[in-house]
């Protein structure tokens, strides 16, 4: 994937309301001296590869596993997850005569920017801080917090002497408000969902998530690391925040290591790149991080910006989580010898019976004057049009990958030949945008227009939360595959249309 | 994404690796993302040892099979 930098211009429009004050901040800054940077993680210490703690019982397939995808856009971004989790929570089921709630079949959450504030609150609070969040985040004026601390003489001196930046102040902001220094290792716990939160590596372009696999390729030990800097680096908007710093210590703290067998089989075999060029260019990321011996560019540094730059609606997570040989094994594959299995393996075993994969998209598209004027655009506007067309065709192109892949898993799921143990797979795959409100209804008509006046930023109006959660509410419950879904696991609700639900989203067993 | 079938033939129920991470069983048809692969067996015996394996372009009812053999251990010499 491409960096593409007219992509900064988007984010510039839609963030304008902070760069006045964000320009002056950065010259006071810079007139105060630069002290040396600030790097946010440590080496790993003893081991060589970071550990992997969690992992998902899903109880022999009785339990559907779920996955989410958060997108970016600001408060607006974390208002959409947050009102989806509270509407997921709604709905209970009995497994072996306990009472379960969909939020508590949550196995892995990938998110990028907006979306991972509520993604990473969630993976650490679990359903019992959706509360807390929408009093600590949702509803506080973060925007004005945000521009106190940079029209503060403290804050300058602060920034200067400590090699600090501007994300930082954001970082400050999530950690205060959500995380309270809580750290990876606090994630990193048996039960708690996967979390897969984005950043976007600034030289490259390239996906950069703040997991296990990618801090084992730089040598570093992603337990220490604060939970509201991976937050923070996937939320790291070009130009009005600076990038956030990490070092690359594979060359020296991890001389000598041997290179995982997946990335040297991808990049020896001479057919790989032309059968999954996607699979060579991850392998081929991976083996320059970890500074293989013919590797042309071992970067020593690495700076993130904003996850939603490279995949804004994070799905890219989801995908590799779900389909890839080499994704952490994660899912418990048998209780009584406590062994794991990534979920392909999962799947391929037949351990996962129900996968239900739901994709939250908070783009707003507020109506364009363009279209209702006879004069010729201007240059600003073209920039701006110009601009958002990249990220919107790279998230078009992810949510078009992640069609396929579950369209590949319900096929396959019929087969009735050579024996797979996944035949009778069921698969879910629940789309949450605005543009699926339906326009023919004009109660739903105007809630459109009101949720894609919501500008992107970290304030919300508490008018724009309700918006946003009564679109959640709407869009989960006129979606064909969530309804099946509660069908299917014999969860009521006055809202479903068996017929309707059977035809939108049709499974083998039909 | 598309995705490859894969079908290991082996006289007995073990896992199947992939470029050494474990993928499913034998016997059984496998979903794979499309690549190649170096497919192994955890087996108390196989041969041969690894095998390549080339994805692409297979179907559920036309997957890529490939056979490992059982070991089987040279007899043992008993003295005159």
């Not at chain 1, 593409?4 to 800054?29: D, E, F, G, N, P």
């Not at chain 1, 939320?235 to 009005?240: D, E």
């Not at chain 1, 129900?354 to 364009?368: E, L, Y």
């Not at chain 2, 559920?60 to 251990?73: A, E, G, R, S």
Request: net charge negative; aromatic share 8%; charged share 15%.
């Amino acid at each position: 994937m491409m960096f593409h930098l007219t992509s900064l211009t988007r984010y510039l429009s839609s963030w304008a309301s902070m760069i006045k004050r964000i320009v002056v901040l950065s010259m006071l800054t810079t007139l105060a001296g630069c002290a040396s940077t600030h790097f946010e993680n440590v080496p790993l210490a003893t081991t060589q590869s970071n550990v992997e703690r969690r992992v998902i019982d899903i109880d022999n397939g009785d339990r559907p596993l779920v996955l989410l995808a958060f997108s970016g856009g600001g408060s607006r971004a974390s208002a959409l997850g947050w009102a989806v989790l509270r509407e997921l929570q709604r709905y209970q089921y009995t497994n072996h005569g306990q009472a379960r709630r969909l939020t508590d079949d949550i196995a892995v959450i990938s998110s990028a920017s907006g979306g991972s504030v509520i993604a990473a609150d969630f993976a650490l609070y679990g359903s019992d801080g959706l509360d807390s969040f929408k009093r600590n985040f949702l509803l506080p004026d973060n925007t004005n917090t945000l521009n106190g601390d940079a029209l503060n003489p403290v804050t300058w001196i602060k920034l200067a002497l400590t090699g600090s930046t501007r994300i930082d102040l954001v970082e400050e902001l999530f950690d205060a408000q959500l995380f309270k220094n809580k750290t990876y290792a606090d994630l990193n716990v048996p039960g708690k969902p996967y979390l897969i939160v984005n950043a976007t590596d600034m030289a490259t372009g390239n996906v950069f998530p703040f997991t296990p696999p990618r801090f084992d390729d730089i040598c570093a030990d992603l337990d220490h690391l604060p939970i509201s800097s991976g937050v923070a680096a996937s939320a790291a908007v070009p130009i009005i925040f600076s990038p956030m710093a990490l070092r690359n210590y594979s060359t020296s703290n991890c001389p000598n290591r041997a290179m995982p067998q997946w990335i040297t089989a991808k990049i020896n075999k001479p057919l790989s790149p032309y059968l999954n060029i996607d699979d060579y260019r991850s392998a081929r990321y991976a083996y320059d991080l970890r500074g293989g011996k013919d590797s042309h560019d071992t970067p020593q540094y690495l700076y993130m910006l904003d996850g939603g730059l490279a995949d804004n609606l994070g799905v890219h997570g989801l995908i590799e989580a779900i389909s890839s040989p080499y994704a952490a094994p994660i899912i418990v594959s048998s209780p009584s010898d406590g062994s794991r299995s990534s979920i392909l393996q999962a799947i391929n075993n037949g351990t996962i019976k129900k996968i239900v994969v739901i994709v939250v998209n908070s783009r707003a598209t507020a109506p364009s004057a363009i279209a209702q004027s006879p004069d010729v655009p201007c240059i600003a506007q073209m920039i701006g049009s110009v601009a958002s067309t990249p990220i919107d065709s790279t998230s078009n192109a992810m949510a078009a990958q992640m069609d396929t892949l579950l369209q590949n898993l319900t096929a396959a799921s019929s087969a009735t030949s050579n024996n797979p143990a996944f035949a009778g797979l069921k698969v879910y795959g629940v789309l949450v945008d605005f543009d699926l409100l339906r326009i023919s209804d004009p109660a739903q008509f105007k809630l459109q227009s009101e949720v894609n006046q919501i500008p992107t930023s970290w304030t919300i109006t508490s008018d724009n939360l309700d918006a946003i959660n009564q679109s959640a509410i709407l869009l989960l419950h006129q979606h064909p595959c969530f309804q099946r879904l509660l069908m299917d696991m014999q969860i009521t609700g006055d809202f479903i249309q068996p017929d309707f639900a059977k035809n939108g989203c049709r499974q083998a067993s039909d | 994404m598309g995705m490859q079938y894969l079908l290991v033939i082996f006289p007995q129920d073990c896992a199947v690796l992939a470029d050494g991470s474990g993928v499913g069983n034998t016997n059984r048809v496998l979903m794979l993302p499309a690549g190649e692969y170096e497919i192994t067996l955890d087996s108390n015996g196989h041969t041969p040892l690894t095998q390549d394996a080339i994805l692409d372009g297979t179907s559920l009812n036309n997957p890529l099979v490939i056979n490992f053999q059982v070991i089987v251990p040279p007899p043992t010499k008993t003295s005159p």
